[in-house]
């Protein structure tokens, strides 16, 4: 939902809705982000 918003209307978000909700899922993106090192950069 909040996708949309940010691809197609970008001109209407608002800063501190969009800093919440990084700030609220930043977990999920720090997650996804050592999964794909994990299987594409092994150690």
Known sequence: ???NVIV???ARVDP???IGI???NLGDLT???QTIQ???LPQ
Do not use: M
């Open 8 to 10: 197609h209307d970008y």
């Open 22 to 24: 990084l700030k609220k």
């Open 38 to 40: 994990n299987k594409y």
């Open 31 to 33: 997650l996804f982000a």
């Open 1 to 3: 939902q909040f996708r």
């Open 16 to 18: 501190e809705i969009l």
